[in-house]
């Protein structure tokens, strides 16, 4: 079945040092992919998308690029701030998984000033 | 508008008591799901309510667990004989018809069993 594999946390960076969360996924198909953040104490919510091989989202200074060859969709930011200290999630939408998001195990970031 | 809402915030309970969680999704939003966080875990879906259809159970971990959705509005999951293994964060998504995959989250009921 479909799986998504996250990088293990926590992240701990120092401010406005560039950020990568790598990701990895099983599908079967070409399925769309997310990146979800949970800030403390808040809901989780959509950060950006990908829905088809080679498409970039972007959102908040993040950004992450849908690879079919390497099965990845990293999530990237080349400056963080202290305000991104937050969990990340990484999920996907497949052909296997119908109206399901299969999740990732999230990744914790921690930023200091 | 309001976003998706959920109560309590916070439940603690005893081993072996029943609680009812309940969710409030965005308005005009058909889809509805449950889905559970343990401590450093991903989520775990639970439950799965699309308009007037029957629901997606498959997630659901023992009969202890079941969830109603009155109206198509309104949900309420309910767990009899708690036990510790429960304790956990109970969320719940709503999403419109079209965009099934962008789902909006409530902030949770952190349910502790005792």
């Known amino acids: 079945g479909d799986s998504v594999t996250q990088m293990e946390g926590p992240v701990t960076l120092s401010e406005e040092a560039f950020l990568t969360i790598n990701c990895t996924y099983t599908?079967?198909?070409?399925?769309?992919l997310f990146w979800y953040v949970q800030y403390p104490g808040e809901g989780l919510q959509l950060l950006l998308k990908?829905?088809?091989a080679d498409d970039k989202g972007s959102n908040k200074g993040f950004e992450a690029t849908y690879r079919k060859e390497t099965t990845s969709f990293h999530l990237e930011k080349g400056s963080v701030q202290v305000s991104d200290s937050a969990v990340y999630f990484c999920?996907?939408?497949?052909?296997?998984?119908?109206?399901?998001?299969?999740w990732g195990a999230g990744t914790k970031l921690i930023i200091k000033p | 508008g309001a976003g998706v809402s959920q109560s309590p915030s916070n439940k603690v309970t005893e081993k072996g008591k029943d609680v009812e969680l309940r969710c409030d999704p965005i308005?005009?939003?058909?889809?509805l799901y449950w889905y559970r966080q343990s401590l450093g875990q991903g989520l775990e879906f639970l439950i799965y309510?699309?308009?007037?259809?029957?629901?997606?159970k498959s997630g659901l971990p023992s009969d202890r667990f079941s969830a109603e959705r009155t109206g198509g509005s309104v949900s309420t999951l309910t767990i009899q004989r708690t036990q510790q293994e429960d304790s956990a964060v109970y969320l719940c998504?709503?999403?419109?018809?079209?965009?099934?995959?962008?789902?909006?989250f409530g902030p949770g009921t952190r349910l502790t069993v005792t």
């Open positions: 999920a996907l939408n497949g052909m296997d998984s119908n109206y399901q998001l299969i």
């Open positions: 599908a079967t198909g070409y399925p769309s």
């Open positions: 998504a709503s999403s419109s018809p079209s965009l099934t995959y962008e789902q909006y």
């Open positions: 309510f699309q308009g007037n259809s029957a629901p997606d």
């Open positions: 990908a829905t088809k």
């Open positions: 308005s005009g939003h058909t889809a």
